[in-house]
């Protein structure tokens, strides 16, 4: 399929779309992945992945819903891949593990979308990453496989850490701090947005000061959406505890918290 390159030098793109009379094959690990899709793979073992391919769920490429009018289902417009790409960068020079961005492409592939009579070239966000499972793939995944992912954290000399949820937990919480810090809001902090190579994706919705949001309305919001975050660890924390079957030190991660300067009391009612 024809492509324009609209940002990034991947050395190869992928401008692939889900359809059952293509001679390509790509892979989708679980529904949850959606529209992302993993396309290839590099000689260092890390996964090259296409977002915005098509519906991982559906015997439709791409599905409309009225709620979201900018927004169809399996497609990635423009302006999201391009701050996908963008804030990605941003994120990931501050040091934190996140996916490795490629490169963004427009497809000349026309697609005419009839509730709101328009007509759109779709978008694909090509990245790589270390581990193509996500959290949110824990129900798709055998305990092996899980801890196949787990064996490779970095374990740190601190006795206090040897238990594995407490390394995640370090790790995320420590990421937030870094966000904060520096004026970033991800915005989309869950289960389905890290990796269990606790690597951080998703960057669609993500503010950063280098790429603000565009309304003024979304700025004025952000101070607020920064504590959300704190909560939105915390319970990504709790679930990877809970497949790793390991019961919670909930005053431990509360201090865990409190010395990155995250103090839970203060959401106390």
């Known amino acids: 399929m024809d492509y ?30 959606c529209r992302s899709f993993i396309v290839g793979q590099q000689g260092d073992g890390k996964y090259i992945v296409s977002k915005g391919n098509g519906l991982a769920y559906s015997s439709y490429t791409f599905l409309y819903t009225p709620e979201m009018p900018t927004d169809v289902w399996g497609l990635l417009r423009k302006e999201d891949a391009l701050r996908d790409f963008y804030c990605g ?11 490795q961005m490629e490169c963004v492409i427009e497809l ?42 787990v064996t490779k954290w970095e374990r740190l000399n601190d006795k206090a850490f040897q238990v594995e949820y407490l390394i995640a937990a370090n790790v995320l919480i420590r990421n937030l701090r870094t966000l904060h810090d520096n004026g970033v809001l991800h915005n989309a902090l869950t289960y389905e947005n890290i990796t269990w190579a606790l690597e951080l994706l998703d960057f669609e919705l993500c503010h950063t000061p280098q790429h603000p949001y565009g309304k003024e ?53």
Request: hydrophobic letters at 40%; proline letters at 6%.
């Open 217 to 269: 309305d979304y700025v004025r919001h952000v101070p607020v959406l920064f504590d959300r975050e704190i909560i939105d660890t915390y319970k990504l924390i709790n679930y990877i505890a809970g497949v790793l079957r390991q019961p919670v030190d909930y005053k431990r991660v509360d201090s865990l918290f409190l010395e990155y300067g995250f103090d839970i009391e203060n959401f106390k009612v």
């Open 89 to 99: 960068q941003d994120v990931q020079a501050l040091g934190i593990k996140a996916n």
């Open 108 to 149: 000349d592939h026309p697609i005419f979308i009839p509730q709101t009579k328009e007509t759109l070239n779709p978008c694909l966000l090509q990245y790589n990453v270390e581990c193509p499972w996500r959290i949110a793939d824990a129900g798709f995944m055998t305990q092996d496989q899980i801890w196949d992912e």
């Open 4 to 33: 324009t390159l609209i940002a990034g030098d991947a050395m190869r793109a992928y401008p692939y779309v889900i359809d059952k009379r293509g001679d390509k094959e790509i892979y989708n690990l679980s529904p949850i992945h």
